[in-house]
């Protein structure tokens, strides 16, 4: 018998997971209709992986895919342990990226429409509630324009570019970007389309923890 529907703050986003070949840096840059987003979906820890869980978000899954991690497995394993031990699985999206390359997702069926995932060297692109897969495709494009900029910037421009291209429907409230090798986390909310990064490298708001301050992305 179905589980039904899981508990939990809905956190529809699109999401770019990546690595560095360069550098070996991982990072994660995610943005949402919700709010504080930066406190679910990321989890990135250096030289191990990078971690997305979406859609209906359960931050224990993120602690145990890093755990899998640490264990080695690689990453479409770890896809396949998440799956295996939760019930609601087919409301969920997962993306794993781990420190050798390997990268792996899943979009569960009940992940309402337009929702899918593209799997690549070094990076996935992933969403859902979007305005349709050229969101995904524009994302790809702003990411690979140019490999040598330092990964903050190109995550910041790939969620920019599908903020651009339509996002999700009703649009965007909040972004999170979360990189090695400390994986400091920092969110911006009321991120609408249109919206600029300030000097500071995000959009003028407030940030998500009193304290927190938005960096600037090298470049």
Known sequence: MSPGRPPGVEFHT????A????????GVATATCSLAVGARVPHVRAALGAVAIMAIADARLGYMALRLLELGHKAPAVIEELVKGDPYAEYRQLG???????AAARTGKMNRDWAGHHVRDDYIVLGNVLTGEHVL?????AFTADPAEDLEERLLRTIEAGRDAGGQ???QQSASTSTGPRSRTTTCVRWTRGCR????GWPPGRAERPGSRPRRARG
Request: with cysteine.
């Open 96 to 102: 794993v990226i781990d420190a050798d390359g390997f």
């Open 169 to 171: 429907h009703g649009g």
């Open 14 to 17: 699109f999401t770019v997971l």
């Open 197 to 200: 990064r300030s000097a500071t």
């Open 137 to 141: 495709d524009a994302m790809e494009k």
């Open 19 to 26: 690595r560095c070949p360069r550098t070996g840096r991982l």
